[in-house]
């Protein structure tokens, strides 16, 4: 039942969300105006008030104010084991655009953190999943865009769940094409597409690896495909990696466990959307769902992404995140 609702809500076009936002609160101040016009119970019109007020400031702002904003997250790790010659080496994280939702008023949003991304003068740039919302179409329109991020070594992408063909109508054979269209918008767009496999940089003498993992999530709603051990064939403990994941709960449950990753990027649960008080819907899902976690000295960072399939977004801004990579001992020097 939650997979059908599931998918069932995604089928919906993003601004539909914010016409169905409209009518219930439009409906529930009308019965607040009813109640005010016929009952004489005081102190239920004044209970019911406020968090009718606090609704509408909420959809108001989170529908058209948070969601056209992005801040540009920096953040500087520290590696015992990370080779000299990549420290300050810059790996900018873009996660979640969904380009179906990024259409209209809201595509100057991708346009401005593309001139952002560029303008880090990155080493790398990392894109972990969910270019799509249901179908490549979608993406067409900012094929061009897209295509115009640079970085000096390349830009590396996996696969998130929604750039699997889960929440489209038709028969297995279609959805099979679909899914090998969406496989090769990487390439067209000059994006190293990293299917549980890996890539080496190089600096000087020494190596650094960027690895890709398939989505992994909980395998009844997204795709488990996550190979850790084809991800990282060949590679040793005394390898330095960054692994690409869409689905932060992959960390726990493959990467720590049967991995040395030093480093983990990862994205899909859009920080919730919303936060107040410190507080989001994702952590009840998630135990890591935005910004920066570690264990034992290794990394997970979950980007907030940019968008979504629900134009919406309040107390959680969408991000581009830029890392920088230090060595022990240019710590201690600095």
Same mark, same amino acid.
């Given at each position: ?18 016409y169905?936002?409209w009518?219930i609160?439009?409906?529930l101040?009308v019965l ?5 016009r016929f ?15 606090? &609704?509408w400031?909420?959809? @108001?702002?989170? #529908?058209?104010? %948070?969601?056209?904003?992005?801040r540009?997250?920096y *953040?500087? &790790?520290?590696f015992?084991d @990370?080779?000299p #010659?990549?420290? %300050?080496?810059?790996i900018?994280?873009?996660s979640? *655009?969904h380009?179906g939702?990024?259409?209209?008023s ?9 001139d952002s991304?560029?303008?880090q003068?990155a080493d790398?740039v990392v ?6 919302n ?13 295509s115009?991020?640079?970085?000096k ?5 996996v696969?998130g ?6 929440y489209?109508?038709g028969?297995p054979i279609?959805k099979s094409d679909t899914l090998?269209?969406?496989e090769n918008v990487d ?6 597409l ?7 940089i190089?600096?000087g003498e020494e ?5 890709g993992?398939?989505n992994?999530g ?16 060949g ?5 330095f990696?960054?692994?690409l994941e ?8 493959k990467i720590?466990?049967h991995?040395h990753?030093q480093?983990?990027l ?9 936060s107040?008080?410190?507080?989001s819907?994702?952590s ?20 907030n ?6 134009p ?7 991000e581009?995140?830029v890392?920088?990579l230090?060595?022990?001992k240019?710590s201690?020097?600095?």
């Open positions: 039942m939650n997979s059908i609702f599931t998918t069932t809500i995604t089928l919906l076009d993003p601004d539909t969300y914010i169905i936002g009518g609160l439009i409906l101040t607040l105006v009813l109640l005010w009952s004489k119970r005081l102190w239920l019109k004044v209970v019911l008030t406020a968090p009718l007020m606090f &609704l400031l909420v959809f @108001l702002y989170g #529908s058209y104010v %948070g969601v056209n904003q992005f540009v997250r *953040i500087e &790790l520290t015992n @990370l080779p #010659s990549f420290d %300050g080496y810059k900018v994280q873009i979640d *655009i380009c939702t990024l259409t209209g809201r595509r100057h949003l991708l346009e401005e953190a593309i991304i560029n303008a003068d790398m894109f972990t999943g969910d270019l799509q249901r179908a490549p179409r979608e993406i067409d329109p900012f094929r061009k865009l897209l115009s991020i640079k970085a070594d390349g830009i590396f992408s696969m769940n929604h750039d699997f063909p889960l489209m109508e028969d279609m090998c269209v969406r390439e067209e767009l000059g994006w190293r990293l299917v549980n496999d890996r890539q080496f190089k600096r190596k650094i690896y960027i690895s993992m398939d992994d909980d395998g009844v709603r997204f795709p488990q495909n996550g190979d850790i051990q084809h991800a990282l064939y590679l040793t403990p005394k390898h990696v960054v692994m869409h689905d932060p709960s992959a960390w726990r449950r720590l466990p991995s990753v480093l983990t990862s994205g899909h649960t859009h920080g919730g959307q919303f107040f008080l410190g507080w819907p994702a009840l899902k998630y135990k890591e769902y935005s910004g920066l976690y570690s264990l034992a000295g290794r990394y997970l960072y979950v980007s992404g940019l968008s979504g399939v629900v919406f977004r309040f107390g959680t801004l969408p581009i995140s890392f920088t230090r060595t022990s240019s201690v020097n600095k």
